[in-house]
């Protein structure tokens, strides 16, 4: 397991929702700067992984490393294991950039504000500070002109790019991308597509799932294929797209190309 | 019954001295009760049942029993436990717990209506349970809860006259002094009715403008070009058969 900056290792997880078995024991390591691409039909659990790596779903069994780091156990000063307490699982949060397919940017606040003030709740920044730092990320990804706007006057494709200055602004280690454009207008994906793919050259460690497998072939170092609270198939995107191997994949393939 | 404008006048600010007293117990009773609700119904939502457990039990006690009996109850049966305190004190506290009740579940809707995915998304960035509510759950609710938040506030002044049973010195104990002195049930009635009417439409007519504030700054955000268009074109047809 490694424990290099931006490292991710995923051991043996484990999580059901009462009688559904949504995870059953996924073992993942992802090397710094990699970027790994999740697909799968729906509700073969691939969201639901990202979202026990930051503890949004605590798992029920395994171990989740961030930098070689555990989450959700901590190991005290007398080289014993316990529960990390809210305030332990908050900081690793913090380090841990989510995007979701629904942007979730907060409308009470202009967007602007919402790239700062996480900063300065979560991180203890000063307003000019984070500020600082919002104002660059924003003009990034190319949203300069919108800083004084309110949320509900910008697209879809606007405000994912967002909720994407807001997560940089928090310098996290890794980053989960929740299908992040398949709420959005065909013709709004392709802006969000180009500043993750600047992310992915920038050499940040990203976990996405996502159904535009076309995406998935350009930015992902490595495909993954889940089926059934399982990872399936693991390689290259050559490998996966046009040599699968089992059954499902196949199928899965076939599927998306008939849609 | 003819007004005998000689007891209004007369009367008048012996009255106005109870509406001074009303007036004042409610504001404290607002102002306990309302933060009194939101801890509730945080509580009431929360997985940790030693918070959800007295929440619970608070709620359905105060919902399910008179607030003339829990009056009476803080009133005349604490003091047996060693806790005397004076009637006004009593009728704030009574009538901030009574309507903390309505208002946590007020504030119980006006929470889950925020979508789920707003919260995640803080919680994701490293946001405790509480930053998470104070900035991006709170700021979104309070659209959502004002109306029936000022409909609460305004049956919290209907229900203080029953403080005059406990001798609160308020609007309705001075008008029923008013009628024991003079005999006129009528303009004493009359009086506070007035009053009474006056301190709600207050009330209604100042959340009316906040929420008539709170609308125009979110349909500025919220308003595109196409919307914009939709309105001209519905205005033109009007206009067309009205014409």
Same mark, same amino acid.
């Given at each position: ?36 691409c999740i697909i799968g ?20 069994? @395994? ?8 989450? @959700? ?22 380090? =841990? ?26 991180? *203890? ?14 003009? *990034? ?72 497998l076309?995406?998935a072939k350009?930015?992902a170092?490595r495909i993954i294929f889940?089926?059934?609270?399982? =990872?399936v198939e693991d390689g290259s995107p050559e490998q996966i797209l046009y040599d699968p191997q089992s059954? *499902?994949l196949k199928?899965f393939l ?6 | ?74 009133? +005349? ?20 717990? +009574? ?40 700021? $979104? ?37 008013? $009628? ?15 009053? +009474? ?23 500025? $955000? ?22």
């Open positions: 397991m490694s424990t290099e900056h931006g490292s991710l290792s995923l051991r043996g997880i484990e999580k059901s929702f009462g009688e559904i078995q949504a995870l059953r024991g996924i073992d993942l390591d992802v090397s710094p700067g990699e970027v790994v039909p729906s509700g073969c659990g691939k969201s639901t992984l990202l979202r026990t790596v930051n503890w949004l779903e605590p798992p029920d069994a @395994g171990r989740v490393y961030i930098n070689g780091e555990q989450i @959700g156990e901590t190991v005290d000063a007398n080289g014993k294991t316990r529960p990390s307490t809210e305030r332990e699982i908050n900081k690793f949060r913090s380090q =841990i950039g989510m995007l979701f397919q629904n942007y979730n940017v907060w409308p009470n606040m202009s967007v602007l504000e919402n790239v700062v003030r996480p900063q300065i709740v979560v991180l *203890r920044r000063s307003r000019a500070e984070a500020e600082e730092i919002a104002l660059p990320l924003l003009d *990034r990804v190319g949203l300069d002109d919108q800083v004084d706007k309110w949320p509900d006057a910008l697209s879809g494709g606007q405000l994912q790019r967002v909720a994407i200055a807001r997560v940089l602004a928090m310098d996290p280690i890794v980053m989960l991308l929740d299908e992040p454009t398949s709420s959005l207008d065909p013709e709004l994906v392709g802006e969000v597509l180009a500043v993750l793919q600047e992310l992915a050259k920038g050499g940040m460690t990203m976990i996405i799932v996502s159904h535009e076309g995406f350009s930015v170092d889940m089926d059934k609270g399982k =990872i059954e *499902r199928q076939d599927m998306l190309i008939h849609v | 019954m003819d007004l005998d404008i000689g007891i209004v006048i007369e009367y008048g600010p012996l009255i106005l001295k109870g509406f001074r007293l009303t007036l004042i117990i409610v504001f404290f009773a607002i102002l306990l009760g309302i933060p009194l609700g939101i801890l509730m119904a945080v509580g009431r939502m929360s997985s940790k049942p030693y918070f959800r457990g007295p929440a619970v039990a608070v709620l359905e006690i105060f919902r399910n029993t008179p607030f003339m009996i829990q009056v009476f109850l803080l009133y +005349y049966v604490l003091p047996f436990y060693g806790l005397r305190m004076p009637a006004e004190v009593v009728g704030v506290l009574a009538l901030a717990l +009574y309507s903390s009740v309505y208002y946590a579940e007020i504030m119980r809707a006006g929470i889950a209506a925020v979508p789920r995915g707003q919260v995640e998304s803080a919680r994701a960035i490293g946001m405790s349970h509480v930053q998470a509510l104070r900035n991006v759950v709170f700021p $979104q609710m309070w659209p959502i809860v004002l109306p029936p938040v000022a409909n609460q506030t305004m049956s919290l002044v209907k229900e203080s006259s029953i403080l005059a049973t406990i001798t609160v010195s308020e609007m309705t104990m001075s008008a029923l002094i008013v $009628q024991g002195i003079t005999f006129r049930p009528f303009e004493a009635f009359i009086m506070i009715t007035i009053l +009474y009417w006056v301190l709600n439409e207050s009330i209604a007519f100042s959340v009316r403008r906040l929420e008539k504030r709170l609308q125009r700054r979110h349909s500025r $955000q919220a308003t595109t070009k196409a919307q914009d268009a939709a309105m001209a074109e519905s205005l033109e047809a009007v206009r067309r058969m009205t014409r």
